[in-house]
């Protein structure tokens, strides 16, 4: 069973989203109102994933998600926040969160982010991928030049690899191409190979940092 721990400065909005996550069979281990108790409870109660608001008071959800990425690398980070800011989403990113959902969401697409975001699949809320990928793409003009060759991928390897940084999932990525999931993760498991990769997680930033765009 997933621990997971909530963290919003809003009692009644932090109580229905620990509720509707213990109800569909997660084991909420704990809730905290800001960014310092969540690091301050957070050795105690172990969760393996943080459902973390942004905006707070103190130690905000950026700084917070930063130290808990480094602090405690076993747990991960899903950003809930009411924010569809282009810049709060890069932050978010950028400090080590593994996902990125908007509060507007349905209470199914909650809990599918909070499964995938277990299994250490990069989760972003869909309409916000094409603005990572614009700015991203825009810092990376400057950051590729100078460097040395990028690993070549094949054709189906670049394909998968775009529709990672829009935050499909394998099973997403099979349907839309039509393929098995067993040679969606062979395909995944030779990009990360290729580019000395670990995770999921390390592949879609390496994509959205090299403005990997997913458009036809």
């Given at each position: 069973?997933?621990?997971?721990?909530?963290?919003?400065?809003?009692?009644?909005?932090?109580?229905?989203?620990?509720?509707?996550?213990?109800?569909?069979?997660?084991?909420?281990?704990?809730?905290?109102?800001?960014?310092?108790?969540?690091?301050?409870r957070?050795?105690?109660?172990?969760?393996?994933?943080?459902?973390?608001?942004?905006?707070?008071?103190?130690?905000?959800?950026?700084?917070?998600?930063?130290?808990?990425?480094?602090?405690?690398?076993?747990?991960?980070?899903?950003?809930?926040?009411?924010?569809?800011?282009?810049?709060?989403?890069?932050?978010?990113?950028?400090?080590?969160?593994?996902?990125?959902?908007?509060?507007?969401?349905?209470?199914?697409?909650?809990?599918?982010?909070?499964?995938?975001?277990?299994?250490?699949?990069?989760?972003?809320?869909?309409?916000?991928?094409?603005?990572?990928?614009?700015?991203?793409?825009?810092?990376?003009?400057?950051?590729?030049?100078?460097?040395?060759?990028?690993?070549?991928?094949?054709?189906?390897?670049?394909e998968?690899l775009?529709?990672?940084?829009?935050?499909?999932?394998?099973?997403?990525?099979?349907?839309?191409?039509?393929?098995?999931?067993?040679?969606?993760?062979?395909?995944?498991?030779?990009?990360?190979?290729?580019?000395?990769?670990?995770?999921?997680?390390?592949l879609?930033?390496?994509?959205?940092?090299?403005?990997?765009?997913?458009?036809?």
């Amino acid at each position: 069973m997933t621990r997971v721990m909530v963290v919003d400065d809003h009692p009644m909005w932090r109580e229905a989203v620990a509720r509707d996550l213990h109800e569909a069979g997660f084991d909420v281990v704990g809730t905290a109102g800001d960014g310092a108790e969540t690091l301050r409870r957070l050795p105690a109660v172990r969760p393996d994933v943080v459902v973390l608001d942004l905006q707070m008071p103190g130690i905000d959800g950026v700084q917070a998600t930063a130290r808990i990425v480094a602090d405690h690398p076993g747990c991960r980070v899903l950003v809930l926040t009411a924010s569809a800011e282009q810049d709060d989403v890069l932050e978010a990113v950028k400090a080590g969160a593994t996902g990125y959902l908007v509060k507007s969401a349905s209470r199914e697409e909650l809990i599918e982010a909070v499964n995938r975001t277990a299994r250490g699949e990069a989760v972003i809320t869909p309409g916000l991928a094409g603005l990572m990928l614009g700015e991203y793409r825009r810092m990376a003009v400057a950051a590729s030049s100078g460097h040395g060759g990028t690993p070549q991928l094949t054709e189906r390897e670049t394909e998968i690899l775009r529709l990672v940084a829009k935050g499909l999932s394998s099973r997403q990525i099979a349907e839309r191409l039509v393929i098995s999931h067993r040679t969606v993760q062979n395909h995944t498991q030779n990009v990360l190979n290729k580019l000395q990769l670990h995770n999921r997680v390390e592949l879609t930033r390496y994509a959205i940092e090299r403005g990997l765009d997913a458009d036809d």
